[in-house]
């Protein structure tokens, strides 16, 4: 039962700790994704502008009308003025360097997710999850200072660093959650909480055009920095790594949970065995997982990266209209996330389809949908109507990937989705790495024909990487990840899986404790 002070807080709270939760991941993932974001729109007012006139290297006899030229030139007249005073500062950095860049951040964010990850099923999500996007809150802070220091060797440092800071995010996040949202839940509380992340890429396409449209690049990450240390501090206050560590769940609730949970049910979090290796890495279903995950965040890094740059570079969008149309795909996206959750826990209710086909039909939209989509926006041609139309059709099927694939790991592993989520996030990031600087190798000179090609690629990875999970995903726990309720499969040669070493003394005082 709650002491009388614990009771009197609980009462305070009207909607029920799990959504509490829920609502502040939101937050979380929209902080980390607009600290995350913020530099691909930043960056195309950060270089200096390129001469496309004809004559030039980077001519594009296929280019789209500037109908922003006068402004532009207004522009950088004033540009000049404001450097010449001390004021905002610009680079000449090459499209190959802008791609690098661009990528840097998830070097690092690739080495912490599987650290994370276990951090978070040993000690649980909260502090794991806290602290990593605190320091990427402060890197957010001081970017202009270090980048005007030091250059584009600084701002790659320094994006690494956000990188690992953000790197335990999904991981904690999803360790959390597997302890505190039942099944009949999940597709939805799955739209609610990664949803965060298209709120970030709304918020920081946005107001990042909107600030840079009125005043210089430097104020963008002042802004999201500081919104990433004020979720922190509330964070600290009012969320906790599970429904039995919480000081003032009620009662209700706390036992609703522990009913209904199968992390909790399973395996409580000191009794947790060691995560099982020899079989966790010979999963077909886990290891189709990551390549489906790689091919997402292809097409999804490609989107969110790349976007910007098309619409300054070819469709010719002033900044103010790129932060606009940029954040219109993710609106459509988010919106979209909720209509396929609902959908998808009503259908599995009503027995329309297995949990498994379902993490096959919505992934399936949420890969194929979206590369044909790009492609044809490629084709669109200077039609910038056209275009954006199927940007944000690209993105509104996107959001079926939220009731496919990204919860799947709950699915199949409830008791270590920490470390999976971590293996799969983490592999997966590599597609951050690669796809920005492919890009700024294949569109050098930033033409319509070069991006072309580069969308064209994106829909190869998807298509490939699609068609294996099909074939070998699953929706239900696997063996390995509660071998004592499973058993071993037949034919297993591979010797026994490690177990928590009992301790009779132990378990006699937990028992007593219970009592």
């Not at 189709?288 to 976007?307: E, Q, R």
Request: hydrophobic letters at 45%.
């Amino acid at each position: 039962m709650l002491s009388g002070w614990r009771l009197a807080v609980s009462k305070l709270f009207i909607i029920p700790q799990r959504y509490v939760l829920s609502i502040m991941a939101l937050f979380a993932i929209a902080n980390a994704y607009t600290m995350r974001v913020c530099l691909n729109l930043a960056i195309t007012q950060m270089v200096k502008k390129r001469d496309t006139s004809v004559g030039s290297i980077h001519y594009d006899p296929d280019a789209c009308p500037d109908y922003n030229e006068v402004a532009n030139t207004t522009m950088k007249l004033a540009d000049y003025l404001l450097r010449a005073q001390g004021g905002v500062e610009k680079f000449d950095w090459s499209e190959a360097t802008q791609g690098l860049l661009l990528s840097s951040f998830y070097y690092g964010y690739i080495l912490t997710h599987l650290p994370g990850g276990i951090l978070a099923e040993r000690f649980g999500g909260k502090w794991v999850l806290g602290l990593g996007l605190l320091s990427t809150a402060v890197c957010t802070l001081i970017t202009p200072f270090a980048v005007k220091q030091g250059g584009a060797v600084a701002l790659f440092v320094l994006r690494v660093i956000e990188g690992l800071g953000e790197g335990p995010t999904m991981p904690a996040m999803m360790a959390m959650i597997s302890k505190w949202i039942p099944k009949s839940e999940r597709g939805r509380m799955g739209a609610i909480v990664f949803g965060g992340a298209q709120i970030g890429n709304i918020g920081g396409s946005y107001f990042s055009g909107l600030i840079m449209h009125e005043g210089s690049w430097e104020n963008v990450f002042y802004l999201f920095g500081g919104f990433g240390l004020a979720w922190f501090i509330i964070w600290c206050f009012i969320c906790y790594s599970t429904p039995n560590t919480h000081p003032f769940i009620s009662d209700s609730e706390k036992k609703f949970l522990n009913e209904n949970v199968a992390a909790l049910i399973h395996s409580k979090e000191q009794d947790l065995d060691p995560v099982p290796w020899k079989a966790l890495l010979r999963s077909l279903p886990l290891w189709s997982l990551i390549i489906a995950a790689i091919g997402h965040d292809w097409g999804y890094f490609t989107m969110i990266t790349d976007l910007p740059k098309y619409m300054t570079d070819v469709l010719k969008f002033n900044i103010k209209s790129t932060g606009i149309l940029s954040a219109a795909p993710y609106v459509a996206m988010w919106i979209a996330s909720f209509f396929f959750g609902i959908m998808c826990d009503l259908f599995i209710k009503r027995g329309y389809h297995s949990i498994q086909n379902a993490r096959k039909i919505y992934t399936t939209i949420a890969a194929t949908g979206p590369g044909i989509c790009i492609i044809l926006a490629s084709y669109s041609g200077c039609d910038t109507t056209l275009a954006v139309f199927w940007f944000i059709a690209a993105m509104t099927l996107m959001g079926a990937y939220y009731s496919g694939m990204k919860i799947n790991a709950l699915d199949i592993t409830p008791n270590y989705a920490g470390t999976t989520t971590a293996l799969v996030n983490g592999i997966a990031a590599i597609s951050g790495i690669i796809s920005p600087y492919l890009i700024g190798l294949l569109t050098p000179q930033s033409t319509l024909k070069q991006w072309r090609v580069a969308f064209w690629v994106c829909l190869g990875v998807l298509v490939v990487t699609n068609a294996i999970y099909l074939v070998f995903a699953k929706g239900e726990q696997l063996w390995w990840d509660d071998v004592k309720k499973h058993g071993y499969p037949a034919g297993w040669k591979h010797g026994p899986l490690p177990t928590r070493e009992q301790d009779p003394e132990k378990d006699k005082t937990k028992t007593n404790e219970k009592q």
